[in-house]
């Protein structure tokens, strides 16, 4: 079993930056696939980054250049470096954690963290 506590949420006025952060225990964090998803009031969750155990990162088209995923194993932590932020970044953010055990892809979610971009 994996726990996930993300946090890092607020309201921050367009143009400007968060990090989000997505502690993890329960199992060996260097083995986890890592991801951040969201979810905007009335729309299905979308995923935003992923970030695999060799630190490989791939991102939403929409978020490209703007939102940067990382990873310390040794903090057993997973960041999202949100930059430029705009109105259409306003969701619940959720941090994703996927292993393979006994041949079974296993998947986990954190409770999710607020953020809201307004003027």
């Known amino acids: 079993q994996v726990q996930l506590v993300e946090s890092g949420g607020d309201l921050v006025q367009p143009g400007g930056s968060l990090r989000l952060s997505c502690a993890a225990s329960g199992s060996i964090f260097s083995n986890l696939i890592m991801g951040w998803y969201r979810q905007a009031l009335g729309k299905q969750r979308e995923w935003v980054a992923t970030?695999?155990?060799?630190?490989?990162?791939t991102y939403l088209d929409s978020v490209k250049g703007r939102f940067t995923i990382s990873r310390d194993n040794a903090k057993n932590t997973v960041y999202l470096q949100m930059n430029s932020l705009k109105p259409e970044d306003t969701a619940v953010y959720f941090c994703?954690?996927?292993?393979?055990?006994?041949?079974?892809?296993?998947?986990?979610w954190g409770q999710g963290t607020q953020v809201t971009v307004s003027s």
């Open positions: 994703n954690a996927k292993k393979i055990s006994d041949s079974i892809l296993r998947e986990y």
């Open positions: 970030i695999t155990r060799d630190s490989t990162t």
